[in-house]
């Protein structure tokens, strides 16, 4: 019991002193959501004409193929996404999650590029036919956009995996 209570303890005086700190409450997107990792000026900032990420997805036994994500034409308003227009608030909203249904922690990752202090956010959820879904997604700080690292299990097997092999 004692090492709970000092294990506890150590968390909260980290998250006090902002060793842990995680997205700030004014990336949410509406009062029920909880906070994105990046707000859509983030976004607008870390992902400039010319950037391109490139990801790799694998379902168990296979392995599928490259995908390229070409940022171009950007403003004030959004961007084009390898031929898409979309606006930056609509980026941002692919990583809005209820707030009951996600838990978001720091972490860090190990990708192809380099290791990356993260925000961990682990979303919790059930399709129509019951199957429990997770989804955990690793998103870097210091690189807004796509995670940088993605894992998909239902009903506790893996499913999909998807890991940034370069940015530039």
């Not at 709970?4 to 949410?28: E, F, H, K, Y």
């Not at 607008?44 to 391109?52: K, N, S």
């Not at 019951?130 to 239902?154: K, T, V």
Request: hydrophobic content about 35%; proline content about 8%.
């Amino acid at each position: 019991m004692r090492f709970i209570a000092s294990t506890l303890s150590l968390a909260l005086v980290s998250v006090a002193s902002g060793c842990a700190s995680l997205p700030p409450d004014s990336n949410r997107m509406s009062p029920e959501m909880a906070p994105t990792p990046y707000s859509a000026a983030e976004l607008r900032a870390g992902c400039p004409d010319g950037r391109v990420v490139r990801l790799q997805g694998t379902a168990p036994g296979s392995k599928t193929p490259t995908t390229d994500f070409h940022f171009t034409d950007g403003d004030a308003e959004g961007v084009t996404v390898s031929g898409e227009r979309t606006t930056w608030e609509e980026l941002q909203s692919h990583a809005s999650f209820p707030e009951e249904s996600v838990t978001i922690t720091t972490d860090s990752r190990m990708i192809p590029d380099g290791e990356y202090e993260c925000w961990l956010y682990t979303v919790r959820t059930t399709d129509g036919d019951d199957n429990r879904i997770e989804r955990r997604m690793w998103f870097a700080r210091a690189l807004p956009g796509p995670p940088i690292d993605m894992e998909i299990d239902i009903n506790d097997q893996p499913f999909f995996s998807m890991t940034m092999i370069q940015t530039k």
